[in-house]
């Protein structure tokens, strides 16, 4: 019961995010969370008669990250789609995979990734962030324009952010941001 009145009080589904919406790290220990989220609770039970705020947190790479995978796959690492042959958490296409590749080639480095590594979480992520070391556009810009530069690029290809087509893709990652009060 007293879960069911975090989520209503703070917005978010318990199970995915509670710990975002008190700013803490995947790292917390569960008992600390636990614990944190109780003390909330006891002190809206005490005054039930005031409006609780809840306190927006700047966004930071993790969390704008999360908010890709939660956008592009709600999370599922065995999310597929067949009409864009796109696959896993980040919804990689093989021309993604050819262009993370050949980003490695210009650095020259050794790692090469295969259309079966888009099952890979982990590789998933390390492929996008290949990619989004290679926005440098960003200089004066904030954090959060960068965000948008990389999702739209991610959405788009590598004029992603001047094309129409991905502010709608930017929207849903925003709103979604909002749902889990982030400070944009």
Not at 164 to 179: F, G, H, P, S, V
Request: aromatic fraction near 10%.
């Amino acid at each position: 019961m007293k879960y069911t009145i975090a989520k209503a009080i703070l917005g978010v589904p318990v199970t995915l995010g509670i710990g975002m919406a008190f700013g803490l790290k995947d790292y917390t220990p569960v008992s600390e969370q636990k614990q944190i989220i109780q003390q909330v609770i006891d002190s809206l039970e005490q005054t039930k008669d005031t409006i609780p705020i809840v306190k927006y947190r700047t966004l930071n790479w993790d969390d704008f990250l999360e908010t890709i995978i939660w956008v592009e796959s709600r999370g599922q690492d065995s999310a597929y789609n067949p009409e864009e042959n796109a696959v896993g958490v980040l919804q990689i296409r093989p021309i993604m995979v050819r262009e993370v590749n050949r980003v490695l080639r210009k650095h020259k480095s050794d790692l090469r990734f295969t259309l079966e590594d888009r099952w890979d979480r982990q590789k998933s992520i390390d492929m996008f962030d290949i990619m989004a070391e290679e926005v440098y556009c960003c200089i004066g810009i904030s954090f959060r324009e960068y965000c948008e530069v990389v999702a739209r690029k991610w959405n788009g290809g590598g004029r992603g952010h001047k094309k129409k087509a991905t502010l709608e893709y930017w929207q849903r990652i925003e709103n979604k941001m909002n749902q889990i009060n982030l400070e944009l």
